[in-house]
Structures are given as C-alpha cells and as structure tokens.
C-alpha cells in the first residue's frame, strides 16, 4: 500500500526549479510583483510552520519541534510498545503501519521516518505543511 516515492527531484528538476526562483533583474518590469508574491509566499510558510507545529503538538502521542526553513514537519509519534511488536511481527515497519492507518482514516498522506534512518525504536512521519491554512483548523 505504500508506494514508492522519489524524496528529492532529479538534476534536470533541480536545474529548472533554480532558473524559476532566480527571478527577473531588478531592471524588469516584473521584478516588483516578483518580489511580492515571494514575500507572501514566504509570509505563508512561516504562517503554516508557526501554526501547523502548534497543531501537531495539540495531539495527544505527536511531538514537534518548530518547523524551520522547510515545507515539512518531522514530528516523532509515541507508538505503544505491543502495536511496534505486531507490526514487526507482520514484517511491516511501525510507523509505516501508523501512516496507512492514518491515509485510511483521514485522507492524510505521510511518509514513514524508517525511510529516513531514524534512530532505532522511535518513530517518526513526515508532513507537508503546504496545505491552505483552513486545513489547519480542521
């Protein structure tokens, strides 16, 4: 159920995505409104940072340090000891298990932390903070 995925873009993406970022020079007639919809884009990250940490940190068994200078929150999850024990048993990552459940039951989709080399016996799961605001009222 859980599809492989590619974490980081390939060069040719990396490549294009820094023409795009670069921006026009100061000169152009569209540096102005570049810079401003940067600015609000920043503006709405640091917003959903702020309030996507809190949110998380309101969870009973999720805890998050401030979300800082990315699009994602890597929160650790508190797994019972006898959940992580079946799921080894069944040959399937603890955290994993935590976020198919989590995909079935509310339509959020996170990526395991045993993809990224956690230390062993905690448990972790990635999150983008890049939905609107309102999602994180909900």
């Not at 159920?1 to 670069?22: C, D, E, H, P, Y």
């Not at 919809?37 to 940190?57: D, F, P, V």
């Not at 009973?60 to 024990?85: H, N, T, V, W």
Request: with cysteine; net charge neutral.
């Amino acid at each position: 159920k859980v599809a492989a995925t590619s974490l980081s873009s390939n060069t040719i993406g990396q490549i294009f995505v820094g023409l795009m970022v670069r921006g026009p020079a100061a000169s152009e007639a569209s540096a102005r409104l570049f810079e401003e919809e940067t600015a609000s884009i920043m503006a709405g990250l640091k917003r959903r940072a702020l309030l996507g940490s809190a949110r998380l940190n309101k969870i009973k068994g999720i805890s998050c340090q401030p979300i800082e200078g990315a699009m994602y929150a890597f929160p650790s999850i508190d797994l019972p000891s006898r959940f992580a024990a079946h799921c080894k048993s069944n040959g399937q990552e603890p955290d994993e298990a935590w976020c198919i459940t989590l995909m079935e039951k509310t339509g959020i989709v996170g990526v395991p932390g045993s993809g990224f080399g956690q230390k062993s016996g905690t448990w972790h799961v990635r999150l983008t903070i890049l939905p609107p605001d309102d999602i994180f009222e909900q």
